[in-house]
């Protein structure tokens, strides 16, 4: 089925279905019974809970239970999952509890009060403000960079400095050294704001207790079944077999998604309460006070240079917001520290990582998880040290590279490469972007009042991180299959690309294969997506799963040609021999496997095949991006008008699907550098709350972005494989970073904060002209 193969640019099979409305997503459905939740929601960012009066809301029509923090506790329910082995600079730990519904205390606007279960949804928010809560207002801290100044307020009594955890990496002696050494120090302190998923889809959740067997169902939007079941056992007190976790369609997660949330273990509590299945559903409003942010960290960076332009060492201390909680997945920034490091020599390397709580909505994982910031800092601080010195900023980049010859290359933090073409991937982007002919293009610019600018970064993140994915492939009697993956798409597209490598392996039509994910009793096993896996890990389970169905249909066709096995030739979904005349298709094949007089004896009836692949290391996709961009001098509004993407995915499994990603990918850094901005006032109140005030990246935002690969297929997976999920984001940040101060350069302007917005340019602009 070539037209199907790897490496060609199939259009996603789901998507026929979810355009006509065929979707099933949690707000789609509908259970015998179902009553409706809603949660009352702290107005405060910090307060004492001295007393609530639920009543009322008892009484109202409708209304069939209303949940407190004292019914949370009296039900002996655990916490909601936390992440452990986090210690503080002195070695202690502090590991806050993180009960569904609060009791005493709430620590940001959007903490959970109560819980109200009635007939109707509508039924339930009416109720809900009939809940009378007696708040005492306690002081609240906002601000990640003043989190752990004296006197600050504190989110928890038992963590007197709001210091949650310090992570340490690299060799301080080694990287001291370094800059005692250097000829040239640049540093500066770099800030990355808070911003929010906004996925498409807001979280959902709907809880069915059956009290006949004591079992629990959940149909969640979430990112891992099997994982997810796993938290959820010791919160309800059961065995993961008496949980069934169901995710259907997923309208966008990028990471926020993959907690268990406090409305999972709700509608759960609820429904065994009332004996009725329960929902809830974010409403957009809602999505701002509860999901978990992002981002939000503060970086003190230095870079040392010798005179040639050499990095000699890098010194990073950051501080990192976590929020009101701790959620799992945490620490958000420190897991991909590594991405520091670039695509470069630098031979010393620390950073220290300093975690803090606030009164704000806890802080999780988001596309890139720590490589689009870290990769933000590295590539801001090489283009500030090419400012200084007088170097080209691609000059000064290419000094610095790893050779293809280097690897495997261990970097001075944390992360060893296996493959790349670095400065081959910046060449072939020079010459995609046109950068010979730029400063003519910024001339013309200059006559129309615009201000153009160039941004370039070359970056590299780790994807795929070590870990397992399953896959069951299951023929039936008439020949078409059931294929059972590990992986839950949010809309990046595995139905497509498994099935590609099915039709590839196995020569199979995509319309005689249907796809199963996201349910726990019906997929053996799985870890589900996150981290850029699912290609790498879920492709090379079904790409072994395929290797063991060909094994034994090999054997059964063997033994219906009556030749034997090494005779056996497999090709485009034919079997064959030089020794007959005859063949056989797979289909043919899967048919005679259900007939066990048909079988060699001994052989198990049917074609079926379970896999698990196992990742024992991740691999590093990388690319390099430069985007083109003008500013409006009188009104500082910024329009880019070209971007250009080079990247290394190693095997390209369907350049369509990949395009797809890098483009989303950009849209969402571009957004952050940009527009997306969360804000909170002194007191805690979120100040971007709706779409009215938090900017989203719109198709007019952001020119056609030109997409090539190099690729350099990687060794650590039977595909050659590397992830391509967040490498978008990953280069967009300093790309457009650099852009910006690149068109701003000959005012004296070295950064811009981001969100670069109109206002901010503008006045940027206003303040270096009255210089």
Not at 364 to 375: D, I, K, L, M, S
Request: aromatic fraction near 6%; include cysteine; charge should be neutral.
């Amino acid at each position: 089925m070539g037209e199907f193969a790897i490496g060609q640019s199939v259009s996603r099979f789901e998507d026929p279905r979810l355009l006509k409305g065929g979707g099933r997503y949690v707000g789609d459905m509908v259970l015998p019974g179902m009553a409706f939740g809603h949660v009352l929601r702290s107005p405060h960012a910090h307060a004492r809970i001295r007393g609530i009066d639920t009543a009322a809301a008892k009484a109202a029509p409708g209304v069939l239970a209303v949940l407190t923090g004292a019914d949370w506790q009296a039900a002996g329910w655990g916490d909601l999952p936390v992440p452990g082995g986090l210690t503080r600079r002195d070695g202690s730990a502090f590991k806050p509890p993180y009960p569904a519904l609060t009791k005493d205390r709430v620590r940001w606007v959007g903490d959970y009060v109560a819980f109200v279960v009635a007939e109707r949804y509508t039924q339930a928010m009416d109720a809900a403000e009939l809940i009378a809560v007696d708040y005492e207002l306690l002081p609240a801290i906002v601000s990640t960079a003043q989190a752990s100044a004296s006197g600050a307020p504190r989110v928890w009594d038992g963590c007197a400095d709001n210091i949650g955890f310090v992570q340490l990496f690299g060799d301080k002696a080694a990287t001291e050294a370094a800059f005692a050494k250097a000829d040239h120090v640049v540093k500066h302190r770099l800030v990355i704001n808070r911003v929010t998923a906004a996925s498409m889809e807001p979280r959902g959740a709907l809880g069915d207790y059956n009290a006949t067997d004591g079992r629990y169902t959940i149909y969640a939007t979430l990112q891992r079944v099997h994982p997810y079941r796993s938290e959820l056992a010791p919160i309800l007190k059961v065995p993961e077999s008496k949980i069934r976790v169901v995710a259907g369609d997923i309208g966008g997660s990028f990471g926020m998604k993959s907690a268990v949330y406090n409305e999972v273990a709700l509608v759960l509590l609820a429904s065994k309460t009332v004996g009725r299945p329960v929902k809830w559903t974010s409403t957009r409003s809602e999505a701002f006070l509860s999901d978990a942010q992002a981002r939000d960290n503060v970086t003190e960076a230095e870079l040392a240079l010798d005179k040639q332009g050499n990095f000699l060492g890098m010194r990073v201390k950051t501080i990192a917001s976590i929020g009101a909680y701790l959620q799992t997945g945490m620490p958000a920034f420190t897991g991909n520290i590594g991405t520091l490091a670039g695509v470069y020599r630098t031979p010393a390397m620390h950073a220290d990582v300093t975690a803090v709580f606030t009164h704000t909505n806890p802080v999780r994982p988001y596309r890139g998880n720590g490589r689009p910031e870290a990769a933000y800092v590295i590539e801001r601080l090489v283009d500030l040290a090419a400012d200084e010195l007088g170097i080209d900023p691609a000059e000064l980049r290419r000094r610095n590279y790893i050779a293809p010859a280097a690897m495997p290359f261990k970097t001075a933090l944390t992360f060893t490469y296996d493959s790349g073409e670095f400065e081959k991937s910046m060449d072939i982007a020079l010459e995609l972007a046109d950068v010979a002919g730029f400063e003519q293009r910024r001339a013309q610019s200059r006559k129309h009042g615009k201000l153009r600018g160039i941004g370039l970064s070359n970056t590299i993140e780790r994807a795929a991180a070590a870990g397992f994915e399953g896959a069951e492939i299951r023929f039936d009697k008439s020949g078409t299959v059931t294929l059972f993956a590990g992986s839950v798409t949010q809309g990046q597209g595995h139905e497509t690309i498994f099935k590609q490598i099915m039709c590839d392996r196995l020569g199979l039509d995509p319309n005689d294969v249907h796809y199963v994910q996201g349910d726990t009793d019906q997929v053996f096993i799985g870890e589900g997506t996150g981290g850029s896996r699912s290609a790498t890990i879920g492709g090379a389970a079904v790409d072994m799963a395929a290797d063991k169905i060909t094994a034994k249909a090999k054997l059964i066709a063997a033994h219906a040609l009556k030749v034997d096995t090494t005779d056996i030739n497999f090709a485009d979904g034919v079997f064959s021999s030089p020794k007959t005349n005859r063949t056989l298709t797979i289909k043919e094949v899967a048919k005679e496997a259900m007939e066990p007089a048909k079988l060699p004896k001994g052989m198990d009836v049917g074609l079926i095949a379970t896999a698990t692949y196992v990742a024992p290391v991740q691999n590093f996709p990388n690319g390099c991006h430069i985007c083109e961009l003008e500013i409006d001098q009188d009104t500082g509004s910024v329009e880019i008008v070209r971007y250009s993407v080079v990247d290394d995915v190693g095997t390209v499994l369907n350049p369509l699907l990949l395009k797809g990603q890098i483009v989303g990918g950009v849209a969402q850094g571009v957004g952050q550098i940009l527009m997306e901005d969360i804000q909170f006032d002194g007191d805690g109140q979120i100040l971007t709350g709706s779409f009215m005030d938090y900017a989203m990246p719109r198709a007019t935002d952001i020119s056609a972005v030109e997409v090539k690969s190099n690729p350099v297929p990687t060794r650590t997976n039977p595909l050659g494989v590397k992830g391509a999920g967040e490498a978008g984001c990953v280069g967009a940040m300093p790309a457009v970073a650099n852009a910006l101060v690149d068109a701003l350069s000959h005012l004296g302007i070295r950064h811009v904060e981001m969100p670069a917005t109109p206002e901010r340019l503008w006045r940027a602009m206003q303040q270096s002209q009255a210089k």
